[in-house]
């Protein structure tokens, strides 16, 4: 483990923030992620409150979660050595289906590499997907 700012980083670089509900956890998991995966992960946040504007956050499992209230949480993304997992929970459902398979039957995730300028168009129609969806109600 590596620690920054008073934040422990895990294995692969994730950072380890304490369970928390609201837009402060989330923000201090996002000014933990170390070198250029701050950055993705401030414009992803950007990009999800930009698409879903009732959106509600969460930081749980050590990565944050968003969602709408009544209907569960639609996404999350944690880090890992060389990328950023994007993990959309309905995303079997999504059209197109976003490229990397889960051992969950509807679990489907999008990696960010350093370098990588994602498709922002296409994030953003997964996200209104996503949002629109029912849900998992995991914690």
């Known amino acids: 483990m590596t620690k920054i700012a008073n934040i ?6 994730n950072p380890q923030i304490p369970k928390g509900d609201g ?5 201090a998991y996002i000014a933990a992620m170390p070198g250029w995966k701050r950055e993705v992960g401030r414009y992803l946040d950007s990009l999800i409150e930009r698409s879903v504007p009732d959106v509600h956050k ?17 996404l999350s993304f944690h880090c890992f050595t060389k990328y950023i997992k994007v993990t959309f929970l309905n995303g079997g459902s999504l059209r ?8 969950y039957e509807h679990v489907r ?6 370098g990588d300028e994602p498709d922002e168009e296409l994030l953003v129609s997964w ?4 949002s629109g969806l029912p849900g998992e109600a995991l914690f």
């Open 109 to 114: 995730y999008f990696h960010i590499h350093e």
């Open 23 to 27: 837009d402060g956890p989330v923000q």
């Open 58 to 74: 969460a930081v749980r499992w050590n990565s944050p979660f968003y969602g709408i209230e009544g209907r569960g949480w639609f």
């Open 8 to 13: 422990m980083l895990l294995s692969g670089g």
């Open 127 to 130: 996200l209104e997907q996503a």
């Open 96 to 103: 197109p289906v976003p490229p990397v398979t889960s051992k």
